[in-house]
């Protein structure tokens, strides 16, 4: 019985390390430029919304787009084109 239970936990272990391996390579692909630019007209338009300064607009947005690309599991970026 602790052969199966030690096995068990070993397997266990194993698909869990596989898991998070396979969720890792997810996290760190680049978005696809049409999503970049898809988020970056929907936070000029949230920034308009919130009366943003034109010397605030391109931070904001930039934070904007790199809160959404996180969620979705993307890498962020470092520029966007407004």
Do not use: H
């Not at 943003?52 to 930039?62: E, G, M, N, P, S």
């Amino acid at each position: 019985m602790k052969l199966f239970s030690a096995l068990a936990s070993f397997v266990l272990a194993a698909t869990l390390t596989s898991i998070s391996a396979v969720a890792d390579d997810v996290q760190q692909q680049s978005a696809p430029a049409s999503l970049i630019a898809e988020l970056t007209q929907m936070c000029v338009e949230w920034a308009q919304d919130d009366e943003v300064a034109t010397d605030a607009l391109r931070q904001y947005v930039l934070q904007c787009v790199n809160e959404e690309l996180t969620a979705s599991g993307y890498l962020t970026v470092t520029e966007v084109d407004i």
